[in-house]
Nanobody
Framework: QVQVVESGGGLVESGGSLNLSCVAS????????MGWYRQAPGIQRELVAD???????RYADFAKGRFTVSNDVKKNMVFLQMDNLRPEDTALYLC??????????????WGRGTRVTVTS
């Protein structure tokens, strides 16, 4: 059984920083990519950033220049360094494991999220 667990969210003032972490555990053979999405009330879930096992990254426009995604492939971990946070970044941040292969098959997995609140 695969589990995806996030950590690192919290309350921060506008202009501050947070570093999110996510680890996937279980009977994992490989993961194509891991990344971060966010969900704010009344807004559709949106991609923040992701990174493939080969290191190719993708960022949403709002994340470019402020957020940095990185990974540790051997540990099945992904990180999100968020700088210069704004109140509009307030959301539940969810970790996503894309094309996770367990040996029995390939599927996508989601964590339950870690909440980020940015005050003005």
């Amino acid at each position: 059984q695969v589990q995806v667990v996030e950590s690192g969210g919290g309350l921060v003032e506008s202009g501050g920083s947070l570093n999110l972490s996510c680890v996937a555990s279980g009977s994992i053979v490989s993961i194509w990519a891991m990344g971060w999405y966010r969900q704010a009330p009344g807004i559709q879930r949106e991609l923040v950033a992701d990174i493939t096992s080969f290191g190719k990254t993708r960022y949403a426009d709002f994340a470019k220049g402020r957020f940095t995604v990185s990974n540790d492939v051997k540990k099945n971990m992904v990180f999100l360094q968020m700088d210069n946070l704004r109140p509009e970044d307030t959301a539940l941040y969810l970790c996503h494991a894309d094309d996770l292969f367990t040996g029995r098959g390939t599927d996508d997995y989601w964590g339950r999220g870690t909440r980020v609140t940015v005050t003005s």
